[in-house]
């Protein structure tokens, strides 16, 4: 009877490869148990809030800020219902520096976030799309837009992927895998934290 040989890295692991031919880009992807649910208590929810992205355009469009502002105004305008934490704030923070829709100067020693002109015409395009995510009524209702962040950071982070494995050199390719790898490794580390 033939017999599937032991996976070396252990019974949990999945390893996945994205590789350009001929490159090294070699993603080891450890989906844990379940293939892709989050270690063997499953999903967890986040806390529920607006759609940090939308927030922060529309705080931004008003006047520049720094991410803890930015956490206060959304916690006044919900009247409570809702505080981000600086765990949603800051990468959201950073994907709009990526789309080219903010730029960070220091301000007081802060790092301060500033709309572009970029960003400026998307929020007076979208505006009405983008709505009024600190509404306490909605939040109320149970809206939870927090995973729709993280869900839109794991498309750009895909995109950015796709380019590096397109047009990166051999070294960058490398230097990829690292990075994702070490991403990796730090999300499960959030599921190991009770406090997250």
Do not use: C
Not at 30 to 45: F, Q, V
Request: aromatic residues 6%; proline residues 8%.
């Amino acid at each position: 009877m033939h017999r599937t040989p032991p996976n070396p890295a252990g019974p949990h692991r999945h390893p996945r490869r994205a590789r350009r031919a001929g490159g090294p880009l070699d993603f080891d992807w450890d989906l844990g148990p379940g293939r892709g649910r989050p270690g063997p208590r499953g999903p967890r929810r986040g806390r529920k809030g607006g759609d940090v992205r939308a927030a922060a355009l529309l705080l931004l469009d008003e006047a520049p800020a720094h991410g803890y502002h930015l956490i206060q105004q959304i916690a006044a305008r919900s009247e409570g219902a809702w505080s981000p934490s600086p765990g949603s704030i800051y990468p959201v923070l950073q994907q709009l520096e990526d789309e080219g829709f903010i730029d960070f100067e220091r301000v007081d020693g802060r790092k301060t976030a500033t709309l572009t002109d970029a960003g400026k015409a998307y929020v007076e395009e979208h505006r009405e799309t983008l709505g009024e995510p600190w509404d306490p009524e909605q939040l109320r209702r149970g809206g939870d837009a927090e995973s729709g962040a993280l869900i839109t950071s794991v498309k750009t982070l895909n995109a950015a992927t796709r380019q590096v494995m397109t047009v990166g050199s051999l070294a960058q390719q490398a230097k990829a895998a690292e990075i994702v790898n070490e991403a990796r490794r730090q999300l499960y580390g959030l599921l190991a934290d009770d406090d997250a």
